[in-house]
């Protein structure tokens, strides 16, 4: 999945968009979407578009962009902690995008093309997923490389690989039963229905 941040400055805040994919074993699904991402120095960045994955004259390009629109309406707006909201668009089959508004004002797109992504907002913390529900939390946030406890009695095991990459083993009671990388972008997952955020600068978050 990829996704794409614009920011504005009805805030000030500059939003980090992220992905990268998750290794799903032992019952665990542990899935995620790239975005865009600068590590400490949040920026403007735009990634793979409504395709959400997929490389791609004018009479061609206006048609699809009339059926992009139709489709993309949106479904439903739901709000978000931090007072913005978020609004919900259904695109296909496990194809969802979510516009973060604040006044008027769009800071962030997520879209979710069969994989779950995730989303770190400077401290609040959004995952959507592929069957188009958005969850969002701020705060219980951990800085690696170290050991976190995480919501849901799960273990992550978050270590610095290089410059904007940390990796996170998700550890439960039978070891490692899934991966986040974050590797120049933030990775969002759900781990039995557990949500989980990681960013490329090594900030992990969790909620249940």
Not at 66 to 88: E, N
Not at 180 to 191: F, K
Request: glycine letters at 14%.
């Amino acid at each position: 999945m990829s996704s794409s941040t614009t920011v504005r400055t009805a805030r000030r805040r500059t939003l980090r968009v992220a992905a990268a994919a998750l290794i799903a074993t032992a019952g665990l699904t542990l899935t995620a979407c790239s975005g865009s991402d600068t590590g400490g120095t949040k920026a403007a960045a735009t990634s793979q578009a409504a395709t959400s994955g997929t490389d791609m004259g004018m009479a061609a390009a206006e048609s699809k962009a009339g059926v992009t629109a139709k489709k993309s309406s949106p479904v439903r707006t739901q709000p978000l902690p931090d007072g913005s909201k978020a609004q919900i668009s259904k695109l296909g089959e496990q194809h969802y995008r979510v516009k973060i508004i604040n006044r008027g004002a769009v800071l962030a797109t997520l879209e979710a093309n069969g994989k779950d992504t995730g989303l770190d907002a400077n401290g609040m913390y959004v995952v959507l997923t592929i069957d188009g529900q958005v969850h969002a939390w701020m705060g219980d946030e951990h800085q690696g490389p170290g050991t976190f406890k995480l919501a849901g009695g799960w273990t992550a095991k978050v270590t610095k690989v290089g410059e904007l990459h940390y990796r996170a083993q998700i550890i439960g009671r039978d070891g490692v039963v899934g991966t986040l990388d974050a590797n120049q972008h933030d990775t969002g997952g759900v781990a039995n229905g557990v949500y989980i955020v990681l960013s490329a600068g090594g900030v992990i978050s969790s909620h249940l």
